[in-house]
């Protein structure tokens, strides 16, 4: 088969391996609410490292909470976005490269446009079937009671989180403060990278209003 007789099926062939990528926004490992790009394999490398030792303390890679403040009082009739960022408020992302023009042109003309043939034709990835390995930072969000210490658990690729009913409805049924404990992690390829962490964050007390 000549190859010019396969362009037509690339973009048919493009849309099914992006709708067969496990990349939903959210998935459940145990009571584990997983979101963004995070997988599986961070969270159990993740957890491994929290068994061997306590976070470490480090002011410019915690996560610390932004919203909301400690000692809210949340309204009930809906889920609030919990948001928070690493380090000082100032060190939170890293510059922009430069785009200058000459950069930007050299970008502009590096399109690959035979990627998508490469894929139809390259052999079936494992990685497919589990999605994308993690690289990046992962934050594990904690809340609980003085009687539920996992009350809701969530591992996240975001710096926000807004509860599902399912997680809302189990903090408005505590009827009593609940703590949010963050701590952080930065992976390769679904490892705590070396002096990636994890690292404490911050504690914060909340309640929702009757």
Same mark, same amino acid.
């Given at each position: 088969?000549? =190859? ?45 490292? =929290? ?53 930007? $042109?050299?970008?502009?003309?590096? +399109?690959?446009?035979?990627?998508? =043939? ?21 934050? $594990?969000?904690? $809340? ?12 996240? /690729? ?5 509860? /599902? ?18 701590? /952080? ?6 490892? +705590? ?8 964050? /911050? ?8």
């Amino acid at each position: 088969m000549q =190859l010019r007789h396969l362009f037509p099926l690339v973009p048919a062939f493009a849309a099914l391996m992006y709708a067969c990528d496990d990349h939903g926004p959210t998935v459940e490992v145990g009571d584990v609410i997983l979101e963004g790009t995070v997988t599986d394999e961070a969270y159990g490398a993740l957890d491994v490292a =929290l068994g061997s030792g306590a976070p470490k303390d480090d002011p410019m890679r915690k996560a610390t909470l932004d919203m909301p403040a400690d000692g809210a009082s949340l309204p009930r009739a809906t889920p609030p976005v919990f948001t928070w960022h690493f380090g000082t408020a100032g060190t939170e992302r890293a510059p922009l490269p430069d785009f200058g023009p000459t950069q930007m $042109f050299a970008q502009q003309n590096t +399109v690959d446009w035979s990627a998508p =043939l490469r894929m139809l034709l390259a052999p079936v990835r494992t990685a497919h079937a589990h999605g994308d390995p993690f690289n990046g930072t992962g934050t $594990f969000l904690v $809340f609980s009671t003085d009687s539920e210490p996992n009350l809701v658990r969530v591992f996240t /690729s975001n710096t926000s989180y807004v509860p /599902s009913a399912d997680a809302w409805g189990k903090m408005t049924s505590a009827g009593k403060p609940i703590t949010l404990k963050l701590v /952080s992690a930065i992976f390769e390829s679904n490892r +705590v990278a070396q002096d990636g962490g994890p690292f404490e964050g /911050s504690t914060t007390t909340f309640t929702v209003a009757p």
